[in-house]
């Protein structure tokens, strides 16, 4: 069965670090744009950051702010999302998603995944 899994997430004090991942099974990832979304309580789930299929093109939302960084490693069929410098307005439950359409474009729209992870919660709070 072809699925996203994301894993990494928990609670961290501000300013502090977590590095989420998002484990590819059923299918080889190098063939997919991969996406973090957030979604927070009471708010609508935004875009985060984005990478190709091959990892030299990405993209991070206004408010990352150079604070995180996406990679992938396609042989461990993984993308990965550091984030540093975590603040309390991060607090969301994070996923992954995977898009086969133009792959080697960091966005494409309209938006279509063919993948959704089940999420990981991030909880920045002291």
């Known amino acids: 069965q072809a699925q996203l899994v994301e894993s990494g997430g928990g609670l961290v004090q501000p300013g502090g670090s977590l590095r989420l991942s998002c484990a590819a099974s059923?299918?080889?990832?190098?063939?997919?744009?991969l996406c973090w979304f957030r979604q927070a309580p009471g708010k609508e789930r935004e875009r985060v950051s984005c990478?190709?299929?091959?990892?030299?093109?990405?993209y991070y939302a206004d408010f990352v702010d150079g604070r995180f960084t996406i990679s992938r490693d396609n042989a461990k069929n993984t993308v990965y999302l550091q984030m540093d410098n975590l603040k309390p307005e991060d607090t969301a439950v994070y996923y992954c998603?995977?898009?086969?359409?133009?792959?080697?474009?960091?966005?494409?729209?309209?938006?279509?995944?063919?993948?959704w992870g089940q999420g990981t919660q991030v909880t920045v709070s002291s």
């Open positions: 990478i190709n299929n091959n990892g030299e093109g990405t």
């Open positions: 059923g299918f080889t990832l190098d063939t997919y744009a």
């Open positions: 998603a995977a898009r086969q359409r133009n792959p080697w474009a960091v966005l494409n729209f309209p938006e279509e995944y063919d993948y």
